[in-house]
């Protein structure tokens, strides 16, 4: 069974940045593509980062040169997935989530894989 959790948010002033976590178990971890997603009340969520089991990676228009994703695939790791935030503004402001990814999709109306965790709050504001 997928279980997913994330941690790393907070709240920020805008300009400033956070590093999100995301531990996954019950995968095949390296070898599958991961992302990060956000999401804010009344909307779709966002497919904004996806990383490939080798490391190559896509982002969504609205993150791009300021957000990274990278992971940790090692055989001793913790299955973990990072989000590298720069230079946030208050449109980043959502619940950000992790799980599996279509590499090619990013931006909305992605596919649902399901399983989500709960998401860390990610608030910018001053």
């Known amino acids: 069974q997928v279980q997913l959790v994330e941690s790393g948010g907070g709240w920020v002033q805008p300009g400033e940045s956070l590093t999100l976590s995301c531990a996954a178990s019950g995968i095949r971890f390296s070898s599958v593509v991961m992302g990060w997603y956000r999401q804010t009340p009344g909307n779709q969520r966002e497919l904004v980062a996806a990383?490939?089991?080798?490391?190559?990676?896509?982002?969504?228009d609205s993150v791009k040169d300021r957000f990274t994703i990278f992971r940790d695939n090692a055989k001793n790791a913790k299955n973990t997935v990072y989000l590298q935030t720069k230079m946030l503004k208050p449109e980043d402001t959502a619940i950000y989530y992790c799980?599996?990814?279509?590499?090619?999709?990013?931006?909305?109306?992605?596919?649902?894989?399901?399983?989500w965790g709960q998401g860390t709050q990610v608030t910018v504001s001053s």
């Open positions: 799980n599996l990814a279509d590499f090619y999709c990013t931006g909305y109306g992605c596919h649902d894989f399901g399983s």
């Open positions: 990383i490939t089991g080798g490391g190559r990676t896509n982002y969504a």
